[in-house]
């Protein structure tokens, strides 16, 4: 795949996104805007994490399928 350079970039974005969110509900105050983007970038994390573990588990089966195939 020639766009995707980093295999870690969906992680990477889902830690960053769950680090956000964890600050804004630490520092936050009585808002609606804040919990809007609170909730935006726990959603944002939860999807990224997800689609990374998906993609690993699918890359890890494929590598194994592989390694089975060339005994």
Known sequence: ML???NEEILLVIGIVSLII???L???R????IIDF????????SITMNLGF???????RN????????GF
């Open 25 to 27: 509900d630490l520092f």
């Open 37 to 44: 983007f609170s909730g935006l970038f726990t959603g944002l």
């Open 3 to 5: 766009y995707n350079k």
């Open 62 to 69: 494929k590598s194994i399928n592989n390694n089975v195939e």
């Open 29 to 32: 105050g009585q808002k609606p």
């Open 21 to 23: 969110s964890l600050l």
């Open 53 to 59: 573990l998906i993609r690993f588990r699918h890359e």
